[in-house]
């Protein structure tokens, strides 16, 4: 009988560590652990040193204690929060107007009552004193509001002896701003509603903020205001700042290619490039090339060279750093650049000529990367095809002959890279994305799901590659590397992905996450029975949410879900600016080493990542409230759709139209329910009737309510026989 393989020690990831030796000394709390042992006991294959230096950062966050003859323990209770410390984090509001400020690198948050948050609101930086109180949770006070997360707000004009005054509210805290303008507001009266933005923070209660009015919000339609205030929340300023704009301004409309910039680039002027894009898209950020030679192929990923036109340290530059991202929203876009560079300028627009970035490749005749070269370049896109016409193409429909052979045999390799990088691991995420076909009002008519054909999957290979080998050529060219901005993607959480594997058992699916190539193959498994049967999407969202959420680090890690063991971002200058700073430190190590400082690109990333991330809330957010507003329609009519999920009080259903999800109380239903441990189904008691995860359901709408972007509904029994 064979003897059955061993299975191999895994590598650990920074944070997959961190977590790791965390959980470890938890569950022994009275032991003591030397780094060898915790490497024995983990069956990992960290050195000693890598553990060791891990243990003492978590020494320094107060989590672990390092004891005599480099042993450490778990540090417990009054152990742990012994002496107030000092920390900066973020503020995080509750319903009960307290906080927990979340720290960096702290495994736990640190509570704040309302009284002791002198002055901060939702998402500010701040420094924070805290120590423990009872068992973990460290308790502390904030005594200094670092930075500002939100300075415009939405509020009512009031007026307090002849002095203007804006209330506004804000994540259920009320600030009152004294108006330094009102007299440039002819039209202004008491109970108006107004935007204002703060100019002068006060940390005094006795002495008001001071902000001045930027717009009336009377001239706004309701989804204007309801926009505004999404991005708003989420700390997006609705324009641009005037010493940004008078840059841009500064800029020619139309680009003169110029001959001594154009002796410093490639030129692929004359060979045949196109872009392919969303058909409501403005900002071209990449086209694609590709051209037969004797022995293969050469194919160019360009993209728009945005720091052509946005130096460092200059206005555009700093407001581009500060935003960190375009926010695209259900009708709008608000474009991290202003319109004349996003719009104009930066976008590879066909027929143009535009300053690029480009990745070239040579390729063999079974299309394996020969060798890669970076530069600065010049194009010429001769078509912008939308999905839907280069799907088209790929799908047989009569095109001019040059571009339909370019797109099939783009189509045709990407296809193949594609194989490959399933082949080594990456992960298969295809979550519904939720599109509304709107009327000339911007009222929803329909809604859809985006399809990802070819075409789609076409681009999405290609940025992925250039992305892969940017990120490559800059680790391997020197030892050590270059700093850089990685996008990073952490290890799973166990726990969560224990959780998919019940809720999988339950709905009859069965899942293996034990590693990482039993984890790939359990998505690839979901992903075709979600093909064969839409139940199963349920599982989707959960898998995801048990993903570490993927951010920008000059630690490169490696990407857990593509699989890649180095990646960034290079492909969207136009929207993200961490594509703006990969272009600055690419460019200037083509031809030397050329050293960024890390801390502070550690800084930058850090901020990308939160903005990044805030942005996502605004989409997010965006989407409910169209999807409220379509829904509105059918208050009062039973539709179908699908139980996604239990709480306490009742059931979530998405409706199958819309993907719209509303929530139908416990306390509506013709009998009580029992909700069973699991959450994943609630028990009849009278008729023991089963709703499970899953299962289709018919609702009534009760209210589709805009304002507080929620809708009610009532289960409507199915009728027997």
């Not at 927990?100 to 948050?117: A, P, Q, S, T």
């Not at 078509?383 to 045709?412: C, I, M, P, W």
Request: contains cysteine; hydrophobic residues 40%.
């Amino acid at each position: 009988m064979a003897k059955k393989k061993k299975p191999k020690n895994i590598y650990l990831s920074r944070g997959a560590l961190k977590s790791a030796l965390i959980r470890t000394l938890r569950s022994k709390p009275k032991a003591q652990f030397h780094a060898k042992q915790l490497i024995k006991k983990l069956k990992i294959q960290n050195s000693a040193p890598q553990v060791t230096e891990m243990l003492r950062q978590l020494d320094k966050q107060g989590i672990v204690r390092e004891l005599d003859g480099n042993k450490f323990i778990f540090a417990q209770g009054k152990q742990k929060y012994a002496k107030p410390s000092v920390a900066q984090g973020y503020v995080d509001m509750i319903r009960s107007g307290a906080a927990f400020i979340l720290v960096d690198g702290m495994e736990m948050d640190i509570y704040v009552n309302r009284r002791k948050l002198s002055g901060a609101l939702h998402g500010d930086l701040v420094e924070v004193e805290y120590k423990g109180k009872s068992g973990y949770r460290p308790e502390g006070k904030v005594i200094k509001i670092i930075d500002r997360a939100v300075e415009s707000f939405q509020g009512t004009l009031r007026y307090l002896k002849e002095q203007p005054y804006v209330t506004a509210e804000h994540k259920g805290q009320i600030i009152d701003i004294r108006v330094l303008n009102a007299q440039r507001w002819k039209s202004l009266a008491a109970g108006d509603p107004v935007i204002v933005k703060i100019l002068h923070w006060s940390d005094d209660a006795n002495i008001d903020h001071e902000g001045e009015i930027q717009s009336l919000m009377t001239d706004m339609s309701a989804d204007d205001i309801q926009m505004s205030s999404i991005l708003m929340t989420e700390g997006f300023e609705l324009q641009h700042t005037k010493a940004s704009l008078a840059q841009a301004d500064q800029i020619p409309d139309v680009l003169i290619v110029d001959d001594a910039e154009a002796a410093k680039r490639m030129d692929f002027r004359e060979v045949l490039t196109f872009t392919i894009d969303p058909a409501d898209a403005k900002d071209f950020d990449d086209a694609l090339s590709i051209e037969v030679k004797e022995d293969g192929y050469r194919l160019g990923v360009h993209i728009a060279d945005v720091t052509h036109y946005v130096p460092a340290g200059t206005a555009l530059d700093e407001e581009a750093l500060d935003r960190s991202t375009s926010v695209y929203l259900v009708d709008r876009v608000l474009p991290m650049l202003p319109e004349k560079l996003s719009n104009n300028l930066c976008s590879l627009r066909p027929n143009e000529d535009r300053y690029s970035f480009s990745a070239w490749f040579e390729l063999d005749q079974a299309y394996n990367i020969i060798k890669r070269d970076f530069g600065k370049s010049i194009i010429h896109s001769d078509r912008r095809f939308t999905y839907s016409e280069a799907q088209q193409v790929l799908e047989g429909a009569e095109a001019d002959t040059h571009f339909a052979e370019a797109l099939l045999l783009l189509n045709k390799i990407a296809k193949k890279y594609r194989k490959a990088r399933f082949r080594d691991g990456s992960l298969n995420f295809e979550t519904d994305e939720v599109r509304f076909k709107l009327d000339d009002d911007g009222n929803p008519v329909s809604v859809y799901v985006k399809d990802r054909k070819d075409a789609h999957l076409l681009v999405e290979e290609f940025m992925l590659l250039a992305n892969r080998e940017v990120a490559r050529y800059i680790r391997k060219k020197s030892t050590p590397p270059v700093p850089f901005v990685y996008r990073v993607h952490d290890l799973p959480d166990e726990d969560k992905l224990q959780d998919v594997k019940l809720f999988g058992l339950e709905m009859g699916l069965s899942l293996n996450f034990d590693n990482p190539k039993q984890i790939a193959k359990s998505f690839a498994k979901l992903r075709k029975a979600v093909m064969e049967d839409p139940r199963f999407k349920i599982l989707e969202p959960m898998g995801i949410r048990a993903m570490a959420k993927a951010e920008y680090s000059p630690d490169n890690i490696g990407h857990y879900g593509l699989a890649f063991d180095d990646y960034t971002h290079f492909t969207s200058p136009i929207r993200r600016y961490s594509d703006v700073l990969v272009h600055r430190i690419l460019q200037a190590n083509l031809t030397e080493d050329k050293r960024w400082k890390k801390a502070k690109l550690e800084v930058q990333c850090k901020h990308i990542s939160r903005q990044e991330r805030k942005a996502q809330k605004a989409e997010r957010e965006s989407i409910k409230y169209f999807q409220v507003k379509y829904m509105s329609q059918y208050e009062g009519q039973v539709l179908t759709g699908m139980i996604n999920g239990f709480i306490d009080m009742g059931f979530f259903v998405e409706m199958t139209e819309s993907k719209a999800e509303g929530l139908v109380l416990f306390d509506s239903m013709p009998e009580a329910y029992t909700l069973e441990e699991s959450r994943l189904k609630a028990v009849g008691k009278r008729s023991g009737t089963i709703l499970k995860v899953g299962d289709k359901v018919d609702v009534l709408v009760k209210e589709a309510d805009l304002a507080s972007r929620k809708i009610n509904l009532e289960y409507v029994p199915q009728e027997e026989g």
